[in-house]
Each structure stands twice: as structure tokens, then as C-alpha cells.
């Protein structure tokens, strides 16, 4: 078990930019997820993946943000025409997806917008 | 349906015990403890189904009232390691009990000796 991991741990881009955060999950774990934290906050569900299809997405988020797990393995987030209001830490998360199962959480990667 | 955790910071000394409560107004399925030191990712503690059970992780333990829709996490003679702040993650929709987390704002702790 090597952990869930994200890269790159670290992103600074000007507003207006696109980027594109990687998660490598936990290699048996069928259940992705993406959760958004900004200081003095939870974990704020963005959407998650069973294998390879995106079973929901949150309302929160805006068309700007897309995700993709293809083949079921690892995934990225793609956050376009960036805001200043996109900076956060952006945490993904895997498990094998029952009741009983928790989550497995990354390092994160931490987004700021100039 | 965010949960909410009280109370939101709590400063103990070393040995001191403290409780960390985490309510929501829907019924739930299941209660999700994670606890997230500073710069790290959340690590996970313990989760708690409907049913009452109360389980253990070390000297913390958490007790899930199905009826009050509520969970309370107790750490018990704390240690400078249970610094942190600690979330709870309830499963809002009852009966799958196998969506997405919602976690709460967190419950800082800080342990002084």
C-alpha cells in the first residue's frame, strides 16, 4: 500500500490560466474522490468516481472544473480560466467504496491564483 | 447538510480528557472521524454505523446516538500526539450509506503540557 498520491503538491498560476492536478489512488481501491478545502474549512465535495465513470458532481462546482479517471486508474482535475477564488488545497481521496470503508486521503495540492 | 461540530477549538493540557460532538439535522447512515494535523492530509480514525456502537482507536473512542442524530468523539488523557483539528464526515442520505462523505467545519484541538 503506497498511499494515495497527488501532484504536483504545489501549483501558483496568474487568473485566467488552466491547470490540471493528478491523483494516483490507492491501486485497489474502485472509489475516487475530489474534495476542496480552503483554511478553517472541511473537506468540501467536488465529485467522485466509481472505476471509470463519474457518478456525481457537486452543484457547487462550475463548468470552469472538469474531471476525468480514465480506464479506471488515475485521475485528473482540470480547473479552467482559473479565479482567484479557485486557491485552495485540492484533496483526493480513494477507498473501495462500502459503507464500511474509509476514505484514504492525499497530500493534496495546493492551488493559488495571482 | 453540513454537520456541525462543536465545540469549534478546545486547549487541553496534557492527561485532560475532551469530548467533540458532531450534529446534523438529517438522519444518518453513518459518522466518518478524521483527524488532520497541520499540513497533512486528514487521517482516518474510526466509523460508526447506525446502531449505537461505539468503537476505539487507542484512547479515543465515539459513540453514534442514532436518535439525536449525532456523534460524539471522547479523547481521553490526551497526548501532545492528538493535537489537530478532527472532523466528522456523515453519510447525509440514510439508507445506502454509500455516498459521499459531507464533513464538518472541524473541532481544533490543542495540547499543551
Redesign the interface.
Known amino acids: 500500500d503506497t498511499g494515495v498520491s497527488q501532484n504536483p503538491r504545489h501549483k501558483i498560476t496568474k487568473r485566467g490560466q488552466n491547470v490540471t492536478f493528478r491523483c494516483d489512488p490507492i491501486s485497489e481501491h474502485n472509489r475516487l474522490y475530489w474534495y476542496r478545502q480552503t483554511l478553517g474549512q472541511g473537506p468540501e465535495f467536488l465529485t467522485y468516481f466509481q472505476n471509470e465513470a463519474q457518478l456525481e458532481k457537486s452543484r457547487l462546482l462550475s463548468d470552469r472544473f472538469s474531471a476525468e479517471r480514465p480506464k479506471g486508474s488515475f485521475s485528473t482535475l482540470e480547473i479552467q480560466r482559473t479565479e482567484q477564488g479557485d486557491s485552495a488545497m485540492y484533496l483526493c481521496a480513494s477507498s473501495f467504496g462500502t459503507a464500511l470503508s474509509p476514505l484514504h486521503f492525499g497530500n493534496g495540492t495546493r492551488l493559488t491564483v495571482t | 447538510q453540513?454537520p456541525v461540530q462543536s465545540p469549534q477549538a478546545v486547549i487541553l493540557r496534557e492527561g485532560e480528557d475532551a469530548v467533540i460532538n458532531c450534529s446534523s439535522s438529517k438522519a444518518l447512515?453513518?459518522v466518518?472521524w478524521?483527524r488532520q494535523k497541520h499540513g497533512?492530509?486528514?487521517?482516518?480514525l474510526m466509523?460508526l454505523?447506525k446502531g449505537g456502537e461505539q468503537k476505539g482507536h487507542e484512547k479515543i473512542s465515539a459513540s453514534f446516538n442514532e436518535k439525536k442524530q449525532q456523534s460524539s468523539l471522547y479523547l481521553t488523557a490526551s497526548q501532545l500526539s492528538y493535537s489537530g483539528t478532527y472532523?466528522c464526515?456523515i453519510?447525509p442520505r440514510g439508507n445506502?450509506?454509500?455516498?459521499?462523505?459531507?464533513?464538518?467545519?472541524?473541532t481544533r484541538l490543542s495540547v499543551i503540557a
Open positions: 453540513q447512515y453513518s466518518h478524521y497533512e492530509a486528514p487521517v482516518f466509523i454505523l472532523f464526515g453519510n445506502s450509506g454509500n455516498t459521499p462523505l459531507v464533513f464538518g467545519k472541524g
